[in-house]
């Protein structure tokens, strides 16, 4: 299947923003599909957390094994083909469930640690956190302008239910001091995506989220690819091949 020539358009900015919306990415019955899969998943363990202000699971790829198979579609691949010529791999995926009202938002960041399977001494790697649902560590920027997340919405996300606001461009400025911050985000946009569409970014990318002031909740499955292994004895920690070289 071949992307539609709006999408094409989209990516094209793609290098300059930092971000694309990509409407369609998933039929109506897909999403359902998707939704009911996760919801129906047992579970519980360390990459579990559920409140009344957000439900989330880590690693939601390897937690509900279900799920993987859904989500890897003929479109899907022919997206990533177009970001990653060379194939590419899935490195972390999080399912967030903001549900309506929620209070929880999110202040601005990049997305600046990758998940590992250990620590090693590898030359630009650092500093590392190890929490309880593994080891994570900050790479060399490179490896971060290599990598590009995939947000797919499950429901309908505008301002009012916590859409993601970004500032665009600004991944072009590499891992941004704290100061620079106030200089930017009076620049973000709100990025509204339809169900069953998908927002793109790059880890880089400041972004943050506000709290939901709706009645509808605002579900992702939030999935990051990498085409890059990693030095010495480093591995992805959730490393799954999607595609080979063509
Ligand atoms: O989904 C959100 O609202 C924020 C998520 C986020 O900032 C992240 O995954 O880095």
Redesign the pocket.
Known sequence: MKVSASQDKMLGQFPADGFAIVPGLYEPAEVKALLHCIESAPGSGPNFRRSQELFAIRNVVGEVPELWPLLDTTVLRTLLRQLFPDGCHLVKS?Y?D?PALSNWL?AW?Q?LMINVDRRADVQGFGPWTSKSEGISVLPPVDVLQNVCTIRIHLDDCDASN?A?KVVAGSHQHGVLLPAALPALTPAAVVCAVPAGGAMLMRPLLL?A?NRSISNRPRR?V?LEFASVELPGELEWRERRLVQERF
Do not use: P
């Open positions: 999080i967030f903001k999110v960041h997305d916590g993601l972004h989220s992702v939030h």
